[in-house]
């Protein structure tokens, strides 16, 4: 992990074919209570064109349950792109992250 804000376990393999819901558990140090005001984006190219590819390849709602939050599912990725999933939220004490994850499309 290069920085503090990407999902320990990044980056991730996901086939294009396949429809994944990605969790990430938030440091205490972040907030002490569930986060709330979840919101997704996911960039495709995030290293040339970041291209916001939000409206196609992600689908349902963002929740969380204690730390643990769960993405909207990531789906109808192109097999050799790279992606970056943003999740914001906000903290138990009124501050808004944002941590993410880099997924590769895979065949």
Do not use: H
Not at 14 to 38: C, H, K, L, M, N
Not at 43 to 70: E, F, M, R
Not at 81 to 86: P, S
Not at 93 to 98: A, D, F, R, S
């Amino acid at each position: 992990m290069s920085d503090k804000r990407e999902f320990i376990e990044s980056p991730f393999d996901q086939g294009a074919d396949e429809q994944i819901a990605y969790v990430v558990t938030v440091p205490t140090s972040w907030g002490t209570s569930t986060p709330s005001s979840i919101t997704c984006k996911l960039y495709s190219d995030p290293d040339g064109t970041n291209t916001d590819v939000s409206a196609t390849s992600l689908s349902g709602t963002a929740s969380a349950t204690g730390q643990v939050i769960t993405t909207q599912l990531v789906k109808s990725l192109t097999a050799g792109v790279k992606y970056r999933l943003e999740v914001k939220f906000t903290s138990s004490e009124g501050n808004i992250l944002e941590a993410y994850a880099i997924i590769r499309g895979q065949r």
